[in-house]
């Protein structure tokens, strides 16, 4: 059970080039979300994900796109990367279950740390 | 706009020592407060908190919640050095009213606190 697993660990862009980060759970979470930490900002959400084939912009969604194609999967793409993208991006899922608040907590991923410059 | 505020930002102490960190918050359709250690990677899961005035323990570390007051603290007691790390405060809200009864929330974090225990 490996949890939430982000790839790559690191990347270096050049200012204009594209990629997708790729998240993955094998937790059978419905919901699944992209937050981006940068110095002193805390986390902030990009988008996220109520399941399969749902999207929706987060805080911070200016750049980004993201698919979820699959139930396990959910990805964020920049199409033409720009030096204030730069930070660490955190995936993360949860179950919607109601029944037990405490099962309620998102569980992240390693993070991706990717430089633009 | 939803809001987290964590105080204060840094904190260095000698081992041993009992720390308190602050966590305020102005949102709109609270659910929940979570308490997250992240060292080098990913934030980790201490405490999640809904009612106000009971007292969340797990070890050396606990937690309360004031929902008339918007706040919480945790605290660490007899501190060592593996408990340096940042201390995040997230605030977990409501996302759309018509998902509401679907239970979708996210999460809105403070800046964290960085906790640096000295030997």
């Known amino acids: 059970n490996a949890g939430v697993t982000q790839t790559p660990k690191f990347r270096v862009l050049k200012t204009g080039q594209s990629m997708t980060l790729l998240c993955a759970q094998d937790?059978?979470?419905?919901?699944m979300y992209w937050y981006r930490q940068d110095p002193g900002m805390g986390l902030r959400l990009i988008h996220y994900?109520?399941?399969?084939?749902?999207?929706a912009k987060g805080e911070v969604p200016d750049g980004y796109n993201v698919s979820r194609l699959k139930k396990q999967n959910f990805l964020l793409g920049l199409e033409s990367a720009a030096p204030s993208q730069t930070s660490v991006y955190f995936c993360?899922?949860?179950?919607?279950?109601?029944?037990?608040?405490?099962?309620?907590?998102?569980?992240f991923g390693a993070g991706t740390r990717l430089s633009v410059l | 706009e939803d809001k987290v505020v964590q105080s204060p930002l840094s904190l260095v102490v000698h081992e041993g020592d009992t720390v308190t960190l602050n966590c305020s918050y102005e949102?709109?359709?609270?659910?929940?407060l979570l308490w997250y250690k992240q060292e080098k990677k990913a934030p980790t899961f201490l405490f999640m908190l809904?009612?106000?005035?009971i007292e969340k323990k797990s070890g050396r570390l606990s937690s309360i919640l004031d929902k008339k007051e918007l706040f919480s603290i945790l605290n660490i007691t007899a501190t060592q050095t593996g408990d340096s790390a940042v201390y995040l405060c997230?605030?977990?809200?409501?996302?759309?009213?018509?998902?509401?009864?679907?239970?979708?929330?996210?999460?809105?974090f403070g800046q964290g606190t960085r906790l640096t225990i000295n030997p």
């Open positions: 993360a899922s949860r179950s919607p279950s109601l029944a037990a608040l405490a099962k309620n907590i998102q569980y």
């Open positions: 937790m059978n979470h419905e919901y």
């Open positions: 994900s109520v399941g399969e084939g749902t999207t």
């Open positions: 949102v709109t359709n609270f659910r929940s």
């Open positions: 809904t009612s106000s005035g």
């Open positions: 997230a605030v977990e809200v409501n996302l759309l009213a018509v998902e509401v009864m679907r239970g979708a929330q996210k999460l809105v």
